[in-house]
């Protein structure tokens, strides 16, 4: 599956932007020795050359903007709107899972109730849209406050994946 995931980067200019973006996606994708995949691959938006990924499949997403642009506003608020629907998706799956299930039924996974637990606490991956330079999902407003706050030229980039 294809999602459009956000990374909050300081940088100067569009191309450090893109640069250091694509270094959070590499890590993301594995391509850091140190760090284990969390995607399969990403593609980002300023490339040409495929056919299933990135504009192909979402349209036309600056390729990197100044968070505090117009652009920049509406990626930071896509990437957030996502994450909490995504966290409140879950959180309820979680909620009715507790309230409709014997504790050897969530031990079993009926109804994916394990997963919805685990999907509730990830730190990365298909529920977490944003990330910082460091490739750290952002779960929780005060963590994204935090992100914003401590730059001053903070820069927005989105990239396609596949997990």
């Not at 495929?50 to 968070?67: C, D, F, H, I």
């Not at 330079?133 to 001053?152: C, K, M, T, W």
Request: glycine fraction near 6%; charge should be negative; hydrophobic fraction near 35%.
């Amino acid at each position: 599956m294809h999602m459009v995931i956000y990374s909050l980067v300081e940088a100067s200019t569009e191309d450090e932007a893109l640069s250091t973006g694509k270094t959070v996606f590499d890590r993301l994708v594995g391509a850091d020795p140190h760090v284990g995949a969390v995607f399969d691959y990403h593609v980002t938006f300023d490339e040409e050359d495929t056919s299933v990924a990135g504009k192909a499949r979402w349209g036309e997403l600056p390729t990197a903007a100044p968070v505090d642009s117009d652009d920049g506003q509406d990626l930071l608020e896509r990437g957030w709107e996502a994450t909490k629907e995504e966290f409140e998706r879950n959180l309820e799956r979680v909620k009715e899972a507790l309230d409709e299930l014997s504790d050897e039924e969530i031990m079993r996974d009926e109804d994916l109730a394990r997963h919805a637990f685990h999907q509730v606490g990830a730190y990365d991956g298909p529920t977490v849209f944003l990330y910082n330079e460091y490739a750290n999902g952002i779960r929780h407003r005060e963590q994204l406050d935090r992100v914003l706050e401590e730059s001053e030229e903070l820069w927005i980039v989105p990239a396609d994946v596949h997990f």
